[in-house]
């Protein structure tokens, strides 16, 4: 491995395109693990750290992609048993120690990792990181490229859904059919509720929509519409009357007012996307409704194996939301910003 070098996209300075450099391989220290990067997925938080305002924690210049998977080719000293071994690397890497970890809520770890924020990411062609939380990938089955986005669109979702408490009978709504949206549809419904979907692109609710009851194509209706097209459902479905799951997903401003003006007595918000814009709520519906709103980041570690299984079991679907590209095209897909499947970059160096 003497003649390897580490290439890696890394971000220079916000609104500049990522910077391909070179240098030396790192050497795994104790309890680290160096991995060839297999894939690594594009979410819309890369986009904010470059282009939206959104400062990473690490100094610049920066590798960034948090959605990796790769297999092992070098490790610390106590680690050899796991060279070779095919890893997802799970986005929020906790330190496992803290209080915060010992709750339960690894996932808001003070002292966690994140790849591509904390520390160097996944658009390189190697990954050097903690060990401790890294899930291995069982061989076969889906392709181990698609798996990337499950470290952190699919556990995103799936954690959020679980976390509502969504199961048999329950209305979940997602707020955002693309991305993560599709994931959190499709754990909603292998948790036994009933989907809705609502997007103002109708190309990605069609996409979705084997894995909705039913879609609703926001650009065409006004909010009152949608309500009522909700209530109509809950009717028709005899879903349980007061126990809404809503999971804002999409992201934006516009969206977040959507999954807001769907509050109802007793409901639940889950809010999985991200902006830096401000929505105009009265926060005291949540009082008068007696509901729940909460706010998701990333996925424990220990959710990992399920998730693994339940796409290994196609219980949750990958290959038809997302799409591989060549890891050289970064740049473009990046500046493309809305992308219809999720990218997935394979290193090409
Ligand atoms: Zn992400
Ligand atoms: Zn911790």
């Not at 709520?281 to 339940?310: Q, V, Y």
Request: hydrophobic share 40%; aromatic share 6%.
């Amino acid at each position: 491995m003497a003649d390897k070098k580490l290439r890696s996209w890394r971000m220079v300075e916000p609104g500049k395109p990522l910077e391909l450099q070179e240098s030396a391989l790192p050497v795994p220290g104790p309890g680290e693990i160096l991995l060839e990067v297999a894939a690594c997925g594009l979410c819309h938080t890369d986009f904010g750290f470059l282009y939206g305002g959104v400062r990473p924690n690490a100094p610049l210049p920066l590798t960034l992609g948090h959605e990796i998977v790769g297999r092992s080719v070098a490790a610390g000293p106590d680690l050899e048993s796991a060279l070779g071994t095919s890893f997802l690397v799970p986005a929020v890497l906790p330190c496992g120690s803290c209080e915060l970890c010992r709750g339960g809520r690894g996932n808001v770890c003070r002292r966690q990792k994140m790849p591509g924020n904390d520390l160097d990411g996944g658009f390189a062609s190697h990954f050097l990181g903690p060990a401790e939380f890294l899930c291995p990938v069982p061989n076969g089955g889906v392709r181990l490229e698609h798996l990337s986005v499950a470290a952190d669109a699919v556990g995103t979702a799936y954690q959020s859904v679980l976390r509502s408490g969504a199961g048999n009978g329950d209305l979940a709504i997602v707020v955002g059919a693309g991305g993560v949206g599709t994931f959190a549809a499709q754990t909603a419904r292998v948790l036994g509720a009933s989907v809705i979907a609502i997007d103002i692109d109708s190309a990605r609710l069609e996409a979705l929509s084997s894995h909705v009851d039913l879609a609703l194509d926001a650009a065409n209706m006004t909010a009152k519409e949608i309500r009522t097209a909700v209530r109509e459902f809950e009717r028709a479905e005899d879903t349980r009357a007061h126990s809404r799951k809503i999971f804002e997903c999409s992201g934006t401003a516009a969206g977040q007012q959507t999954a807001w003006s769907l509050l109802t007595h007793n409901a639940t918000l889950a809010i999985v996307g991200f902006t830096m814009d401000k929505a105009d709520l009265r926060l005291s519906n949540l009082m008068a409704f007696d509901a729940t709103a909460f706010g998701n980041w990333g996925c424990l570690p220990e959710h990992f194996p399920t998730i693994l299984k339940l796409i290994a079991a196609g219980d949750l679907e990958i290959e038809p939301f997302v799409e591989c590209h060549p890891m050289s095209r970064l740049n473009d897909l990046i500046a493309e910003e809305q992308h219809h499947r999720r990218p997935i970059l394979i290193p090409d160096f």
